[in-house]
């Protein structure tokens, strides 16, 4: 090794110093083009995420109620003790991390089953796909209007009009508690598995034949392929699929607000909701400001969980 050190000329050494500067300068000149693309957007998100959010830290800890931030006086964690001592806005933590961990066990469990359906050759398999992603074109808002409709807890709702048919008293679908909530993650579950069906189908598409050829040839039952070709296949899929239905679900308002309004009772109350109401109609900024940040921890744990748990997964089918 030294003799072959020694060997080197330092003509050769100074080249080899030039060109390192050389690539050095084209390294940070293509750094700074590049920040140039992403200084505006940089902007954008300090404007509207990290200002808001550092400011809704420091209301947290104020009685801040909208009008004069220079009248707010400092309350420590007062505000957050409110949260755990409020029942209504305890309600809607729970119900929005119930709803959150439902639909994306749900939706995922039914959804890649779904796909690897839609991906074999049958008449009207087109339509099939364009019908089940059609589901989810309508916004949750309309969704929820026509689902109101349909579990309406009267005689004249569509399913109670069915069960009466059949000599069956009204069910009080959006009346009762559990039913209300039950409603709701049926709803979301049905308008989101065609979409995330779609997604797995495209992923899908990109898995060699080559591999379910063989493995037929080997004996290879269909369940077999399944769990060991098209599941390892399928986990960085999984993985966005399963972020987008955690991060929809947590910040979920439209479709509790607009199919039961939060009722009944408390039951379907939302984070969202609970923020909207305490902090900007209520004008309690300070409790809706600690609920928010409180709810963010809760989303970064959740979200943290999930990656962690993606990457076990993933390297235990690999």
Not at 152 to 179: Q, R, Y
Not at 244 to 263: E, S, W
Request: charged share 10%; glycine share 8%.
């Amino acid at each position: 090794m030294t003799a072959v050190a020694r060997s080197v000329s330092p003509a050769y050494q100074a080249d080899e110093e030039r060109h390192r500067r050389e690539r050095k300068k084209r390294n940070l000149a293509d750094n700074l083009v590049s920040l140039r693309f992403l200084l505006p957007l940089l902007a954008v998100y300090i404007v509207i995420i990290l200002i808001p959010f550092f400011q809704s830290l420091v209301f947290s800890f104020t009685d801040y109620g909208g009008y004069d931030l220079a009248l707010a006086k400092f309350v420590g964690l007062a505000n957050y003790r409110m949260i755990f001592q409020d029942q209504t806005l305890l309600a809607g933590l729970g119900f929005t991390l119930v709803y959150t961990v439902l639909t994306t066990a749900f939706t995922t469990v039914l959804a890649l089953p779904l796909a690897v359906i839609l991906n074999r050759q049958f008449f009207g398999r087109n339509f099939a796909r364009s019908l089940f992603f059609f589901l989810s074109v309508p916004s949750m808002v309309v969704l929820g209007l026509v689902w109101q409709y349909i579990f309406s807890p009267l005689g004249n709702g569509a399913v109670n009009m069915v069960l009466g048919k059949m000599g069956i008293d009204p069910v009080p679908w959006l009346s009762d508690s559990k039913l209300a909530c039950f409603c709701i993650i049926f709803i979301a579950v049905w308008a989101q598995t065609g979409w995330h069906a779609t997604l797995y189908l495209a992923y899908l598409q990109a898995v060699p034949a080559d591999l379910y050829e063989q493995a037929s040839v080997d004996g290879a039952s269909g369940f077999q392929q399944f769990v060991h070709i098209t599941l390892p296949q399928m986990v960085p899929a999984i993985s966005v699929s399963v972020f987008m239905l955690l991060t929809g679900g947590l910040k979920v308002y439209d479709l509790p607000f607009a199919l039961t309004g939060g009722g009944p009772g408390n039951a379907t109350y939302t984070v969202t909701q609970s923020i909207i109401v305490t902090g900007i109609g209520s004008g309690r900024y300070g409790v809706g400001s600690a609920l928010g940040v409180l709810f963010f921890i809760c989303c970064l744990l959740l979200v943290a969980l999930q990656q962690l748990l993606s990457r076990l997964f993933e390297k235990r089918l690999s």
